[in-house]
T-cell receptor, first 113, second 113 residues
Framework: AQSVTQLGSHVSVSEGALVLLRCNYS??????LFWYVQYPNQGLQLLLKYTSAATLVKGINGFEAEFKKSETSFHLTKPSAHMSDAAEYFC???????????FGKGNQVVVIP | DVKVTQSSRYLVKRTGEKVFLECVQDMDHENMFWYRQDPGLGLRLIYF???????EKGDIPEGYSVSREKKERFSLILESASTNQTSMYLC????????????FGEGSRLTVL
């Protein structure tokens, strides 16, 4: 069964600094990978996804992630944090042919002015 | 845009009450899901459904049941609410051909007193 590891439940970043959220997955077959964002008191919305095309994936709000098969990783980055990036971020994985997503435990991002 | 609508954003119930959480999606998605979200635990899958009248247990089905009588509607039922079911409940739907990408509702925050 697939699984996702996100380390560091809370991440603090200064406004204007790099945002880096790490995601490692385990999957017995080539995966589909997702990053979702959740703003306070809202549901999750898709930030970006990897579906076996380009390994560098660009998403909304200036975020991007790179799929590295050798490292089983799909880390999320944004060059310059903005106050509006304060939210919780979830990495998720699904296997081809499997409609279930496995989620990581999330990273709560705090942006310091 | 895909819209997943959860009937109640906030509910307060008493121990032992029967609770219905309803979810409706408007994109003709085959798959629907109920998750529970708790701080530090991420999203945990309660039940999911691949088709009308079909249901499968997720990772934490105990104390819950579901109903899917129509394709667009998926209900979560707490037969006898308990305080440890105080949580955020998220409904999601997906199309079978979209790599497992989920579309979420806004969430229902349930407090059981």
């Amino acid at each position: 069964a697939q699984s996702v590891t996100q380390l560091g439940s809370h991440v603090s970043v200064s406004e204007g600094a790099l945002v880096l959220l790490r995601c490692n997955y385990s999957s017995s077959v080539p995966p589909y990978l997702f990053w979702y964002v959740q703003y306070p008191n809202q549901g999750l919305q898709l930030l970006l996804k990897y579906t076996s095309a380009a390994t560098l994936v660009k998403g909304i709000n200036g975020f991007e992630a790179e799929f590295k098969k050798s490292e089983t990783s799909f880390h999320l980055t944004k060059p310059s944090a903005h106050m509006s990036d304060a939210a919780e971020y979830f990495c998720a994985v699904s296997d081809k042919g499997n409609n279930r997503l496995a989620f990581g435990k999330g990273n709560q991002v705090v942006v310091i002015p | 845009d895909v819209k997943v609508t959860q009937s109640s954003r906030y509910l307060v119930k008493r121990t032992g009450e029967k609770v219905f959480l309803e979810c409706v999606q408007d994109m003709d998605h085959e798959n629907m899901f109920w998750y529970r979200q708790d701080p530090g635990l991420g999203l945990r899958l309660i039940y999911f459904s691949y088709d009308v009248k079909m249901k499968e247990k997720g990772d934490i089905p105990e104390g819950y049941s579901v109903s899917r009588e129509k394709k667009e509607r998926f209900s979560l039922i707490l037969e006898s609410a308990s305080t440890n079911q105080t949580s955020m409940y998220l409904c999601a739907s997906s199309f079978s051909g979209l790599y497992g990408e989920l579309f979420f509702g806004e969430g229902s925050r349930l407090t059981v007193l």
